[in-house]
């Protein structure tokens, strides 16, 4: 499976943005799916989490729960990452995953910025 992420952006702290992920291939929604982030000399990390079976409840990291938001439109191909209330701390380079046994593929990352 091939994933392409938008663009990230510049944000200010307290500000939204929302990350998009274009998955291709027709097992879309057989593939649970992910995003993850990574900054530098860090070890890449789990942001969010959803199944791929409907009804499944979404999973995230402490650090973004109440704030981060993951959804997926089956029909489209897509999976979406909705941030806000963004503090610094989350600059990042964003990944989208989906993922299923034997079958595995992430985005190229996306740069999110978060200014103070």
């Known amino acids: 499976v091939q994933l392409v992420e938008s663009v990230g952006g510049l944000v200010q702290a307290g500000g939204s943005l929302r990350l998009s992920c274009a998955a291709s291939?027709?097992?879309?929604?057989?593939?649970?799916v992910g995003w993850y982030r990574q900054v530098p000399g860090k070890q890449r990390e789990l942001v969010a989490t959803?199944?791929?079976?409907?009804?499944?409840?979404?999973t995230y990291a402490d650090s973004v729960k109440g704030r981060f938001t993951i959804s997926r439109d089956n029909g489209r191909n897509m999976v979406y990452l909705q941030m806000n209330s963004l503090k610094p701390e989350d600059t990042a380079v964003y990944y989208c995953?989906?993922?299923?046994?034997?079958?595995?593929?992430w985005g190229q990352g996306t740069q999110v910025t978060v200014s103070s």
């Open positions: 959803m199944s791929w079976y409907g009804g499944s409840i979404p």
């Open positions: 995953n989906a993922n299923k046994p034997g079958v595995s593929g």
């Open positions: 291939g027709s097992i879309f929604r057989t593939l649970n």
